[in-house]
């Protein structure tokens, strides 16, 4: 379904900032607020942290490590704004238009209307999960502070737990 969606958006810096979301699982309201002062290309950290015109959902600050995406995606990015992502005129945009604009792609790409901008945050938790990363790690990094939180956020396929289960198959134990 997100490479759907992908194939559906036509504007390239939306299809930018939806890849830079489901890489980073920041909230709507983090990326649109995040400003260049924030990233440090050196370290390869993302500061969430609240300020004047921001306050994270926790209200505490967090550190976001960037893949190689996003590495290479900020590190070529033109800086003609204070902000990270804005309309290719430089205006800020909003959490309300990122939606609504999300919605539309949606829409276009005839996926369930249960899909919002937030679930990008279920599809890379929930990748990263299937992929063995412990869940006190996706905690860390969705910024939750209870793990019963992250759980609802990392949907396990039956398949992905038959994979699980095999790890402890006794013919392995028996064979060493």
Same mark, same amino acid.
């Given at each position: 379904d997100f490479k759907i969606l992908l194939d559906n958006i036509s504007m390239v810096w939306f299809m930018h900032l939806i890849m830079f979301s489901v890489c980073t699982m920041m909230r709507a309201g983090e990326i649109v607020s995040l400003t260049w002062d924030s990233i440090?290309?050196?370290?390869?950290?993302?500061?969430?942290?609240? =300020?004047? +015109?921001?306050?994270? %959902?926790?209200?505490?600050?967090? *550190?976001? !490590?960037? +893949?190689?995406?996003?590495?290479?995606?900020? =590190?070529?990015? #033109?800086?003609? *704004? #204070?902000?990270?992502?804005?309309? !290719?005129?430089?205006? %800020?945009?909003?959490?309300? @238009?990122?939606?609504?604009?999300?919605? %539309? @792609?949606?829409?276009? *790409? +005839?996926?369930? =209307? #249960?899909?919002?901008?937030?679930?990008i945050r279920h599809t890379g938790a929930t990748w990263l999960v299937q992929d063995g990363i412990s869940i006190y790690a996706v905690q860390r990094l969705l910024?939750?502070?209870?793990?019963?939180m992250t759980q609802v956020y990392s949907h396990l396929e039956p398949e992905g737990l038959f994979q699980s289960v095999e790890r402890i198959t006794p013919l392995n134990l028996i064979q060493q």
């Amino acid at each position: 379904d997100f490479k759907i969606l992908l194939d559906n958006i036509s504007m390239v810096w939306f299809m930018h900032l939806i890849m830079f979301s489901v890489c980073t699982m920041m909230r709507a309201g983090e990326i649109v607020s995040l400003t260049w002062d924030s990233i440090d290309l050196r370290r390869r950290i993302i500061l969430i942290q609240n =300020s004047k +015109n921001f306050c994270s %959902k926790t209200g505490k600050p967090r *550190a976001v !490590p960037m +893949n190689d995406w996003v590495f290479k995606f900020l =590190s070529t990015k #033109e800086r003609n *704004a #204070e902000f990270v992502f804005t309309f !290719p005129d430089g205006r %800020k945009l909003s959490v309300g @238009y990122v939606s609504h604009r999300f919605k %539309k @792609y949606v829409r276009k *790409a +005839n996926l369930t =209307s #249960e899909v919002h901008f937030h679930s990008i945050r279920h599809t890379g938790a929930t990748w990263l999960v299937q992929d063995g990363i412990s869940i006190y790690a996706v905690q860390r990094l969705l910024g939750h502070s209870n793990i019963s939180m992250t759980q609802v956020y990392s949907h396990l396929e039956p398949e992905g737990l038959f994979q699980s289960v095999e790890r402890i198959t006794p013919l392995n134990l028996i064979q060493q």
